[in-house]
């Protein structure tokens, strides 16, 4: 996610929370698989490594630097 961020954006995201969303997104992803496995019955594969980056996409585009542009270009 974090590399599919830097490629494919030029957006800034703020330093400080990147650790954070690095840390927080495998825990999500860990607490979705223990959820499936015991109420819906259903083990995760090699689906888990693209919610993990979607996650992480997500989570670097809600804490991106907002800039205001006072000149329209």
């Known amino acids: 996610g974090m590399f599919t961020f830097g490629i494919f954006t030029k957006i800034e995201v703020k330093d400080k929370a990147v650790p954070y969303i690095s840390i927080l997104s495998p825990l999500i992803c860990l607490g979705v698989t223990f959820f499936c496995d015991k109420a819906l ?14 996650i992480t996409f997500l989570g670097l585009y809600l804490f991106r630097k907002k800039s205001i542009d006072l000149i329209p270009s």
């Open 41 to 54: 019955n259903y083990e995760f594969g090699y689906e888990l490594l693209i919610f993990n980056g979607m």
